[in-house]
Each structure stands twice: as C-alpha cells, then as structure tokens.
C-alpha cells in the first residue's frame, strides 16, 4: 500500500484591498481639452493666464498651481462633472473665434446638484462658437452663459443650448451691451420640475441681417420664463424670433422691450399650456419705427389665462400686432396705455383674438392711443360666449370708421 505524502494545501483568504480613489483629470486628445471630475463634489475652474493660456484649477486656494494648455492648440473643450455636487467656473476674457475657426464648450454637469457659469466677455465670434450644457438630475441646478459685451460679426455664428433635465433648475443667456451682426441661436429647456428660464439681450445693436433665434421650453410644473430686449437697437432687415413653450403648470411669462428701437423684425409666439398661465408683454417707451413690425401670438391653452400688454408712451410708425387665443377658462387681456402714447401716420397697432368657453374680460385704456390721421386701430376681440362689457369709446370709433369705409 502506497503511504500518501502530506501535501501543504495553500488557503486562499480574500482581503478588503485600500480605497482608491479617481482623481480629478485634465488632458488633450486630438485638439479637445478634455476635463473630468471625479465622484465626489468637484471644483473645476477653466480659465486664461497672461500668456494666453487657458488653465484648469481642481482647487480654490488662492495659491493653487493650476494646469496650463496652448489655447491655439484648442478647439474644443469637453467638461464632465461625474457624480456629485459640483461647481464648474468657465471664464474665457476678450476671446477670439477667427473667421476660418470653430470653438465648442461641451459641459455635462452629471448625477448631483451641480451649478455652470460660463463667462465669455467681450468675445469676437467671426467664426462658430458652441456651448452646450447638460445638468443632469438633481435639485436647485443652475447654468449660466454670459456674452457680456460680446461681437457677433456677418460671418459669426452662436449656438447655446442648456438642458436642465430633471428636478429644479434655473438656465439663463446673457448678452448685454454687444453688438450682432450674424446669427445667434439659443435653446433652454427647463424639463420636469419648476424651472426660471432667462435670455436677455438688453443695451445691445442687433445690426442690419443679423438673425436671433430663441426657443424656450419650460416643460410640466410652475415655470418662470423671462425674455429681455429692454434699451436695444433692432436695426432694418434684422429678425428675432422667439418661440416660448410653458407647459402644464401656472406658468409666468415676462417679454421685455422697454425704451427699445425696433426697425426690423420681431416675432413672438408663447404657448401656455394648460393650467393658468400670466403672460406680459411690455413695450413702454420703444419705438416701432417706418417699416418695423412686431408680432405676438399668445395660446394659452385650458385655464384661466390672463395676458397683459403696456403700451406707455410708445411711439408706433410700423405695425404692432398682438393676437390672444385664450382657449377654455376664465381669461383676461388687460391693455395699459398712456396719454403719452401715438399712432404716428402709417404707424398701425392691430389687436385681436378669441376666447372659447369660460369668462372672458378686456380691461383696455385704449383711449390713450387714439391714432393720428393716416394711422391705425384696430380691435378685434370676440372672446367667448359670455357677453363682454361695454365697449369703450375708442371701439365704437373703430365702428364708425369701419361702417363709413363701406359707405365709401
């Protein structure tokens, strides 16, 4: 019988190995500066040093050392957040994007409550430039793109897209001061949650061709939607047009073009939603000059609607056009004019709409804007079934001078 030799038998024993973490990282890869955080609530800082450089800081301390890249070297950069709460600053001074260049800014803020403030001051874009921004789920996430300053040339293009997905958000586009001769589009969407979504283009020349593009999608919940033009220039064969999606939810919608000069082209078209949605237009000391137009249409959808219009001390020699198409509920159009107010000859200020089911009230001072000779009024409001009130005196003259043109 064969002894058996004692064989040394190995025990294997699995042991908890050291936590390893990934670190926050920055590299180029073919001309795309790549940026990505790491799982924890990151700080990233993109920037510009003196030589020209553009920098990435993962560190707020003063003291901090931070990465440098050749910026000639860029054509896009690409910001990844990962999970966590984090705070991604990109602020690029007097940039330039040549006319024979292209520049993209690719951020996505990931899992967390994250906050984006791209700053581009005093840019001069006579190539394209591109700024998307994806904040992911979370509460209480902001992003922001500020042109403040900014030169958009014939031959620029600017496209700015900011997806708020899911939860609170608040998204906004800036451009104060700057002057457009190109083209600029901009897309915010709010999605699920109550958003504020904002594009102000205020003090600026939006010069002759230049084209401004701006839709703006709240989705479900209370959304707070604001559209600025307050104090700029809408030079001659310039067009903005503006689409604005509210959603269910009470929505509040502010379209601003206070002390502005518009000789090209506006159009505006809000979409409520259901639920009771408040949209107000206010034109206050602008004017509408010889060839000039703008538009609104506002649909209100299922709710109680109210729409309001300020037409304080404005001067209209094109044509203003407002359309109201209430839908069902109880709905209100308000019209706010002052004495200061005129209808220069070939100046036309047309307002009308529809009502459906539900009670409907016009509240107008209309009386303030009685037109000058060779000018325009024209109300046109059937808004509903129920009886409206009596009508002012400045309806009956419309009337008169409706019922004497037959004559004629």
């Known amino acids: 019988m064969t002894k058996r030799k004692n064989v040394r038998r190995r025990v294997f024993r699995l042991e908890n190995l050291e936590h390893r973490m990934v670190l926050s990282t920055a590299a180029v890869v073919d001309q795309v500066l790549h940026i990505e955080g790491d799982r924890n609530d990151n700080y990233i800082a993109v920037g510009m040093n003196e030589a020209g450089q553009v920098t990435v800081d993962f560190d707020p301390a003063p003291d901090n050392e931070p990465l440098a890249f050749d910026a000639e070297a860029l054509s896009?950069?690409?910001?990844?957040?990962?999970?966590?709460?984090?705070?991604i600053i990109v602020n690029l001074p007097q940039s330039h994007v040549a006319a024979d260049q292209s520049l993209a800014l690719e951020i996505n803020g990931g899992q967390g409550s994250d906050s984006v403030d791209v700053a581009l001051p005093e840019i001069a874009v006579d190539g394209e430039l591109s700024v998307h921004i994806e904040l992911g789920q979370g509460n209480g996430?902001?992003?922001?793109?500020?042109?403040?300053?900014?030169?958009?040339?014939?031959?620029?293009?600017?496209?700015?897209?900011?997806?708020?997905?899911?939860?609170?958000?608040?998204?906004?586009?800036?451009?104060?001061?700057?002057?457009?001769?190109?083209?600029?589009?901009?897309?915010?969407?709010?999605?699920?949650?109550?958003?504020?979504?904002?594009?102000?283009?205020?003090?600026?020349?939006?010069?002759?061709?230049?084209?401004?593009?701006?839709?703006?999608?709240?989705?479900?919940?209370?959304?707070?939607?604001?559209?600025?033009?307050?104090?700029?220039?809408?030079?001659?064969?310039?067009?903005?047009?503006?689409?604005?999606e509210g959603g269910p939810g009470d929505?509040?919608?502010?379209?601003?073009?206070?002390?502005?000069?518009?000789?090209?082209?506006?159009?505006?078209?809000?979409?409520?939603?259901?639920?009771?949605?408040?949209?107000?237009?206010?034109?206050?000391?602008?004017?509408?000059?010889?060839?000039?137009?703008?538009?609104?249409?506002?649909?209100?959808?299922?709710?109680?609607?109210?729409?309001?219009?300020?037409?304080?001390?404005?001067?209209?020699e094109g044509l203003f056009e407002a359309n109201f198409d209430a839908g069902t509920g109880d709905d209100?159009?308000?019209?706010?004019?002052?004495?200061?107010?005129?209808?220069?000859?070939?100046?036309?200020?047309?307002?009308?709409?529809k009502g459906g089911p539900g009670v409907d009230l016009l509240n107008d001072d209309l009386l303030a804007l009685t037109p000058d000779d060779g000018g325009e009024l024209n109300v046109d409001l059937p808004l509903g079934p129920e009886p409206l009130p009596p009508p002012t005196d400045v309806l009956i003259n419309i009337v008169k001078r409706r019922f004497h043109r037959l004559l004629s």
Do not use: C, W, Y
């Open 251 to 316: 929505n509040s919608i502010d379209l601003t073009l206070t002390d502005a000069l518009i000789e090209g082209m506006v159009d505006l078209r809000v979409e409520g939603g259901p639920h009771d949605d408040a949209v107000a237009l206010d034109l206050s000391g602008s004017e509408l000059a010889a060839g000039g137009s703008l538009a609104l249409h506002v649909d209100g959808g299922p709710g109680d609607d109210a729409l309001s219009i300020a037409l304080n001390e404005v001067l209209v």
């Open 76 to 87: 896009a950069i690409s910001i990844d957040g990962g999970r966590g709460d984090d705070q």
């Open 332 to 353: 209100t159009l308000t019209i706010e004019a002052s004495a200061g107010g005129q209808i220069a000859s070939g100046g036309a200020v047309a307002i009308g709409g």
């Open 141 to 244: 996430e902001e992003a922001s793109v500020d042109l403040a300053g900014a030169a958009i040339s014939a031959d620029g293009v600017v496209n700015i897209h900011i997806d708020g997905g899911q939860g609170q958000d608040a998204a906004s586009v800036a451009l104060d001061g700057g002057m457009v001769e190109g083209a600029l589009h901009v897309t915010l969407e709010g999605g699920s949650g109550e958003d504020a979504l904002a594009l102000s283009i205020p003090n600026s020349e939006i010069s002759e061709g230049a084209a401004i593009s701006a839709v703006l999608k709240a989705g479900p919940a209370d959304d707070a939607v604001a559209v600025d033009f307050s104090g700029s220039m809408i030079d001659a064969e310039a067009a903005i047009d503006v689409s604005i």
